[in-house]
């Protein structure tokens, strides 16, 4: 991949989400969302993960490891932002991955293809792009005959025959650094909201004859962020999905995916069978050859080999090889 540095974005409120505490903290499938991202980003291998915070960031903080903090003291736009990590990134000369909080599809194989398309392909900007059904309300990626990027279009600027592109900026990109923090010297905030946007680098690159590519998502759906509690339930599902494909990859039964939902950093052996109606929670581990539900709830517990549980609720308890547990019990601390 080349030495690469990332950036998540995670400063702001979200204050569609009408919440208490910030956007990138609501969990999903067990994990807050800004840690989804950077476990990402870390399976991606990059050489340096920042975040950068603002809104609740002592909070935000709290829920990381591992990481290198950037505060954004003010929320005055993605490119004010990415700006907080100019001195972090002041001796790195690389690619530079920015990405977001509250975006927690992304696999970590999508980051290491972007970063590779974008060295292999001589590009100073690479935006990471999709293809959309209704591509309504995004900005659309305009090309040349080349393929290479000419511009991007927001939804309400765009004509007519412009709105009929499918192809959508995800917000995401990688770009040279040093060109990156050049040209972040040059935005303004000549907008309603007095903001300091990303992408008005791009068409200061393109002035100054920098190529900038367009990597298409395989899979559109990772692209999604997360704005409000319907979203997050759309991203639960999606991820749920994921897991479970995952388990049944590698030897468990799942007889109704749809119905069964296991949060990340659990451990399931081969030949276990889970029912319907089964919530497996993050720091549970099942042994080889278990029989788990219909209807259980397991959270941070140690099911042994051969164990079977129906209609359970266990938390923080260990359930021995060969141990009996009566449907419709409680065990708890």
């Known amino acids: ?18 919440s208490r505490k910030a956007k990138v903290l609501h969990e999903v499938a067990g994990l807050e969302m800004v840690n989804h991202a950077v476990r990402s980003v870390k399976l991606a291998s990059f050489d340096k993960v920042i975040v950068v915070v603002g809104y609740q960031g002592d ?27 100019r ?24 980051f290491q293809e972007l970063v590779e398309y974008h060295n292999q392909n001589g590009s100073k900007a690479t935006i990471l792009t999709a293809m959309f059904d209704d591509p309504t309300g995004y900005g659309r990626i305009l090309r040349g005959d080349d393929g290479h990027v000419l511009g991007v279009v927001e939804h309400q600027d765009a004509s007519l025959e412009q ?63 997360i704005n409000d509690r ?17 388990w049944q990859r590698v030897g468990v039964t799942i007889l109704d995916p749809k119905s069964t939902w296991i949060e990340w950093d659990c451990q399931i052996g081969q030949d276990t069978v889970i ?23 397991l959270e941070h517990a140690q099911i042994a080999d051969g164990v079977t549980l129906e209609n359970t609720i266990i938390s923080g308890r260990v359930v021995a090889k060969g141990e009996k547990i009566a449907p419709f019990s409680v065990m708890t601390k």
């Open 230 to 246: 319907i979203q997050l339930s759309l991203a639960e599902a999606i991820l749920r999905d994921r897991i479970c494909a995952h």
């Open 275 to 297: 029912y319907p109606g089964t919530f497996i929670q993050k720091g549970t581990i099942i042994g080889q050859e278990c029989r788990i539900g219909p209807n259980c709830r």
């Open 87 to 110: 001195e972090l990134l002041k001796d790195f000369d690389g690619s530079v991955l920015v990405t977001y909080g509250d975006t927690p599809l992304f696999r970590s194989a999508t």
């Open 1 to 18: 991949m080349g030495k690469a540095a990332a950036i998540i974005l995670a400063a702001g409120q979200g204050s569609r989400m009408q």
């Open 59 to 85: 909070k935000v903080a709290e829920v990381l490891d591992g990481v290198t903090l950037a505060w954004q003291k003010e929320q005055l736009g993605t490119g004010h932002a990415v700006d907080q990590c």
């Open 163 to 225: 709105r009929q592109i499918k192809e959508i900026n995800t917000g995401t990109y990688c770009f040279d650094s040093k060109l990156l923090f050049h040209y972040l010297t040059q935005i303004t905030p000549a907008n309603a909201q007095a903001e300091y946007y990303l992408p008005d680098v791009l068409p200061l690159m393109l002035k100054d004859g920098h190529r900038i590519g367009g990597f298409v998502l395989g899979d559109a759906a990772e692209s999604m962020g």
